[in-house]
């Protein structure tokens, strides 16, 4: 993903500080996962939209969400070069290099969008965000 090994250290110890790693086998708590995502990631991580630009699209604007969420404007993550990049509002992704994930990993494209979509969307958008969350992480409600 292009993150130096001495940011995944830094990170790892942050998670198992917080509760997001299970205790000696860095494996993640994936309630605490989705709880932190659910309620806390759009007041750690705010998130606006941003002038039309040209990119990837994310939150409700991408799969699954888009077939779900029946949204007025588009929001992507700009990457004007991209070969599924279009139209939209631009916000900042929360990994720098997100756009590029559609191609290289989808699963964490996927991910990261309804991330965005907590992150952005309004409270209806909120509940099937999380939703789509608990279902890629195999979480059960």
């Excluded at 559609?102 to 965005?116: G, M």
């Excluded at 409270?123 to 608990?134: D, G, K, N, S």
Aim: aromatic share 6%; net charge positive.
């Amino acid at each position: 993903m292009g993150v130096v090994p001495s940011q995944v250290h830094a990170s790892l110890t942050r998670l198992s500080v917080a509760g997001l790693l299970r205790p000696n086998v860095r494996a993640a708590n994936l309630r605490a996962l989705v709880e932190f995502i659910a309620h806390g990631v759009r007041y750690a991580f705010p998130a606006m939209k941003g002038p039309l630009a040209v990119g990837v699209p994310t939150a409700y604007s991408a799969a699954p969400l888009s077939a779900e969420v029946d949204a007025i404007d588009v929001v992507v993550w700009p990457a004007p070069m991209h070969p599924a990049a279009v139209q939209g509002f631009s916000v900042a992704p929360l990994y720098p290099a997100a756009p590029t994930l559609l191609e290289r990993h989808p699963p964490t494209y996927q991910l990261l969008a309804i991330t965005d979509a907590l992150r952005l969307g309004d409270p209806r958008t909120r509940v099937i965000a999380r939703e789509r969350l608990e279902q890629s992480l195999g979480v059960r409600a």
